[in-house]
């Protein structure tokens, strides 16, 4: 496992948690966490009892207050052609775990698009979920303008975005921009409770279910079912379907192999 100056990381139980560590600046995500970021996913990717990724932020007062203004202030047009943090967050939501985002305070901007890009997103009481980029003369362009209208549908995220306006966690909940809502003192337990259940299911199809879910989300419907029985059709070929199936026979726990 590496070293690394902006995150903290602890493997336990199949579950890898990521957490931003740059308290003093809000987590604020410079250059040099976004790469630590992927170096990250890389490793839990290769973690072959890792299942599930849990993203925090260090203390409870920010998960990540957005990208560096500094920074960004010298950036040049060309520059947002490149992959940047839009591609990082798009190479979180393909990954082969399931992630989670534990968002205790301000997830601003950036840091509101990193939890977009996770597959589960826990708000605890005093999250705060905004994407002000237009208040910056810039819009969000870390695919908040794409995932936060495909979560809580267009009106309200054309909303959130023009207005800049910022959200709790209990709304955040309550619009289905939040899968769960929680104290900040039981943050941490509700992200184990739900990862502990991902990790009863069987590894391959966890990762096609994810694929089939992202990949037919944005297809006809014909073409998605087509997505859903060909990732079946792979389920059906592996030694976990066929332990899943047998345990459920014999009335036992299911082991599963990965294979």
Not at 54 to 67: E, H, L, P, T, Y
Request: aromatic share 6%.
């Amino acid at each position: 496992m590496r070293n690394y100056e902006n995150l903290d990381i602890d493997i336990k139980d199949g579950v890898y948690w990521l957490t931003l560590n740059r308290p003093e600046v809000r987590n604020a995500l410079d250059a040099s966490m976004l790469n630590e970021i992927d170096q990250a996913i890389d490793e839990a990717e290769q973690e072959e009892n890792v299942k599930v990724i849990v993203v925090q932020g260090a203390g409870n007062k920010s998960f990540a207050a957005g990208a560096d203004i500094k920074q960004l202030n010298a950036r040049k047009p060309l520059e947002a052609l490149h992959p940047g943090m839009q591609g990082l967050y798009n190479k979180m939501e393909s990954c082969k775990k399931v992630t989670i985002a534990a968002v205790s305070g301000y997830a601003l901007g950036g840091g509101c698009e990193l939890a977009l890009a996770c597959d589960i997103r826990i708000a605890a009481k005093n999250a705060k979920f905004g994407l002000p980029e237009l208040n910056l003369g810039i819009i969000p362009g870390a695919g908040g303008t794409q995932r936060l209208s495909r979560i809580i549908g267009k009106g309200r995220a054309l909303d959130m975005i023009l207005t800049g306006k910022i959200i709790d966690g209990e709304e955040a909940e309550r619009i289905g921009l939040a899968t769960y809502y929680t104290s900040e003192e039981e943050l941490t337990t509700k992200a184990e409770s739900v990862a502990a259940e991902i990790l009863k299911k069987g590894p391959v199809a966890i990762q096609l279910a994810k694929f089939a879910v992202h990949k037919g989300y944005d297809v006809d419907e014909g073409t998605a079912m087509w997505i859903e029985k060909l990732s079946q059709a792979v389920a059906f070929g592996t030694e976990d379907k066929k332990e899943g199936t047998e345990a459920f026979i014999e009335k036992r726990k299911a082991t599963f192999k990965n294979r």
